[in-house]
């Protein structure tokens, strides 16, 4: 597969997946009860760190030779921090609902702009292939 389709793709797992803790801390909080650690946190939380880590050391490359607009390394590095603490957080009642909401947020706003940086850099590509 094309590395850079690969990152695109990451980016869309790491989108399924921030939803999906956002949904799960929705239901925790609903039912105030923390998720049993290693029968649904832990597998949770491994699955999103190794999603993050591919994604991070894949994009970060991929920004040394292109250029991204607006985006930076450090807000990349961030973003995979923010979803692999997000992954744990979703699971407890009691994490700080602005924090964790604040969190999400900001992953899912990077995340569709690496997806749509990563779209651009593609079409901008293969018009230049094209041409050739």
Known sequence: MDE???????TEQLIVLAKEA?????????DGEERDFYHEVKPFA??????CEQWE???KQW????????LFPQQIEQTAQNLTDVSVQA???KTSYKRFKSHVQSVLFILQNVKM???RILA?????DSAL
């Open 4 to 10: 850079y389709q690969k990152v695109i793709d990451l």
């Open 22 to 30: 956002d949904a799960i801390y929705e239901e925790v909080r609903k």
């Open 46 to 51: 491994d699955r999103v760190q190794l999603a």
């Open 57 to 59: 050391q894949r994009v």
């Open 63 to 70: 920004m040394k030779e292109a250029e991204f607009k607006h």
């Open 91 to 93: 699971f407890f009642p």
């Open 117 to 119: 940086e990563s779209m």
């Open 124 to 128: 901008q590509k293969g018009k230049e």
